[in-house]
Nanobody, 116 residues
Framework: QVQLVESGGGLVQPGESLTLSCAASGNIWDLNAMGWWRQSPGKEREVVAAMKSGGSTYYHDSVKGRFRISRDNAQNTMYLQMISLQPDDTAVYLC??????????WGQGIQVNVSS
């Protein structure tokens, strides 16, 4: 089993920054991909950022230049640094992992609200 626990969400104003964390535990030794998805009402779940064990990264076009994914292998923790947040970034953000793409194991999700 794999457990993923997100933290760091909350309410921020447009233009502000926020960093999400995802602590992983369990049988994670062979998971080669981790990432962040988000889902907002009326929209499909979309992958925001992903990282593979070799270091390659993927970013959704809407967050390129504003979001940065990183991981601390010693702490089994992944981060999503978000700057210049906009109301369209409001969503539930989910941490996920998998063997080739982060879509097999999921965290519970954490709310991010961007509003003035």
């Amino acid at each position: 089993q794999v457990q993923l626990v997100e933290s760091g969400g909350g309410l921020v104003q447009p233009g502000e920054s926020l960093t999400l964390s995802c602590a992983a535990s369990g049988n994670i030794w062979d998971l080669n991909a981790m990432g962040w998805w988000r889902q907002s009402p009326g929209k499909e779940r979309e992958v925001v950022a992903a990282m593979k064990s070799g270091g390659s990264t993927y970013y959704h076009d809407s967050v390129k230049g504003r979001f940065r994914i990183s991981r601390d292998n010693a702490q089994n923790t992944m981060y999503l640094q978000m700057i210049s947040l906009q109301p369209d970034d409001t969503a539930v953000y989910l941490c996920a992992s998998g063997h080739s793409w982060p879509d097999e194991y999921w965290g519970q999700g954490i709310q991010v609200n961007v509003s003035s």
